[in-house]
Each structure stands twice: as structure tokens, then as C-alpha cells.
């Protein structure tokens, strides 16, 4: 199953999450992030309510560990922020190329903090998707500081909901929860964009459910593999959105850009190849020693 959450997850953030943002290019972007909070949280209330009603009795409890579900709050809005950043600037290359680089974080980080062992195949394919990053660093020029806070952000967040075991459902809720004053008084203190239709408005309160339930995917994801797995995997998002630019919005591809692709998805390939090789069994000395 967490393979199953972990590619919906990322095929929602690279198809459906940027169709929709498509939609909605009259609404300033800090609006759209306000209304993503505000929805996120009816949303993530109603799935709570009918939960409980469920199973009757709570869902889960809060403990102590709980709290560090601020600190991941923060750092998603922190990235959420900085992307939003980036489109309103014209640094969309920088924002795209952050999340190429962030499954290389994530692969570091389960390596560095969670002693994950990468077998040799599994190294090759990092290697092939990291030579890739580097080819589009090489490309830009310049050290990309916003890519890199993208990618280390998202990373410490992927990181943190991996150590803080709780319902994907709840732990959600807690960082929509936490984030919802400052998208309140964001939305309190802005007029609403003049001209908006029905149509856009409900395009508004449906970013709670596009927000929402990808987070979950992911968080329920994060539980369930390995951090290195999740990161490999994540290279799904920037590749759809990088067809879905070329293929539905007619946007150029530049030589640079399709050898990014192809490393990406050559180490991709390997480390599948890799996960998919039976393994031989693992049999007991006490099995083998003579009777």
C-alpha cells in the first residue's frame, strides 16, 4: 500500500495540483494559498468527524512526539511560501528545478539520519539521477539558492512526518490547524479578487481537497518506505509536470532539460529493476547443522 499512496501523491502534485493552479490564474498566488489552508481544514475537520463517527471513539490521540507537528507545519508552509514566491518572480526554472533535486535530499537524509543502506544497483541509480541534477545546475549558471531550499525543506518535512508516527488523517489536520490563523487573517485583511465567477470560487474551496488529500497519500507513504524509496519516487511530479508544460501548454524543451529527463528516468528504471529482483532466502545456520 505504500507504494500505492506514494504515486498518488506524487502523479496528483504533477497532473491534477498544477491543472488546477492552471484554472484559477486570475486569484493572486498568497490568495490561493490562503484559500489551499482554509479548505484544507474544513476538509481534514469533516474526514475527522465521519471517522469518529465510525469507529466511535476518537481516531487517535495526541501525544507529546505530536508537537513537532508545528515544526513540520512551518517548514511546508515555508516551502508552500517560497514557491509561491518563485511564480509571482519568474523563477519558475529555479522552483521546477527544486524539486529535482529534493529526492536527492531525501535519499541523503535516509542514508545520514535514518542508517537506510542503499544495495550497489540502488547507488548506480542515484548516481545517474544526481549527474542529472548536476547537468541542470551546470545549465543555470549559478548556484540555485531557491532550488535548494526547496528541495532541503520538503525534504525535512518528508523526514519529520517519517520519525512522528501518527494518522495521516490527524497529523494533517494538526499542521492545517496550525497554519489556519495567518490564512484567516491573510484572507481577512485582502479583498477578494473583483470578477471572480462560481466557477472559480468552487475551484477555490476544491484546493482544500487537492491540497489535502495528496498530503495524506504522502504522509501515509512516508510511514510505510523507506525514505531513499520515497525520494527515487518523488522524481514523478517534476517529470509529469515537466510532459504536461511540453505536451498540453506548448512550452519549449531545451536539450538540457531532456537529458535531465532521461538520467532521472534511467535511474528510476535501475533502482526498479532492482527492487523487483527476487531475493535469495535467508536460511538459519541452525537449519543447516547436521541433527
Not at 217 to 236: E, H, N
Not at 252 to 266: D, E, K, T
Request: hydrophobic share 60%; proline share 6%.
Amino acid at each position: 500500500m505504500g507504494l500505492i499512496y506514494a504515486l498518488g501523491a506524487f502523479l496528483s502534485w504533477g497532473l491534477v495540483v498544477p491543472v488546477h493552479f492552471r484554472l484559477l490564474d486570475g486569484v493572486p498566488a498568497w490568495g490561493i494559498l490562503a484559500h489551499r489552508i482554509l479548505w484544507s481544514s474544513v476538509f481534514v475537520t469533516l474526514l475527522l468527524i465521519g471517522l469518529r463517527a465510525m469507529r466511535r471513539g476518537p481516531v487517535i490521540s495526541f501525544q507529546r512526539r505530536h508537537l513537532f507537528l508545528l515544526l513540520s507545519a512551518l517548514v511546508v508552509a515555508g516551502n508552500w511560501s517560497l514557491y509561491l514566491w518563485a511564480v509571482q518572480n519568474g523563477r519558475m526554472l529555479d522552483a521546477s528545478l527544486g524539486y529535482f533535486i529534493n529526492p536527492l535530499v531525501n535519499v541523503a537524509l535516509g542514508a545520514l539520519v535514518l542508517r537506510e543502506s542503499l544495495r550497489p544497483l540502488q547507488l548506480a541509480a542515484v548516481a545517474l539521477a544526481a549527474i542529472g541534477v548536476a547537468a541542470a545546475v551546470a545549465a543555470a549558471g549559478a548556484l540555485p539558492w531557491i532550488s535548494l531550499t526547496l528541495a532541503v525543506s520538503f525534504a525535512i518535512y518528508a523526514l519529520i512526518r517519517k520519525l512522528v508516527p501518527i494518522d495521516p488523517i490527524l497529523g494533517l489536520g494538526a499542521e492545517t490547524f496550525a497554519l489556519l490563523p495567518l490564512a484567516l487573517a491573510y484572507l481577512a485583511l485582502t479583498p477578494a479578487p473583483p470578477g471572480l465567477g462560481s466557477g472559480q470560487w468552487l475551484l477555490l474551496v476544491l484546493t482544500g481537497v487537492t491540497t489535502a488529500v495528496p498530503l495524506m497519500w504522502f504522509a501515509a507513504a512516508a510511514s510505510r518506505l523507506k525514505l531513499s524509496t520515497i525520494g527515487l519516487l518523488q522524481y514523478l511530479s517534476p517529470t509529469c509536470l515537466l510532459g504536461l508544460s511540453v505536451f498540453a501548454f506548448g512550452e519549449s524543451l531545451p536539450l538540457s532539460r531532456l537529458l535531465v529527463f532521461g538520467l532521472i528516468w534511467a535511474g528510476l528504471a535501475l533502482y526498479a529493476f532492482d527492487a523487483a529482483r527476487p531475493r535469495p532466502a535467508v536460511v538459519r545456520a541452525s537449519e543447516d547443522s547436521p541433527a
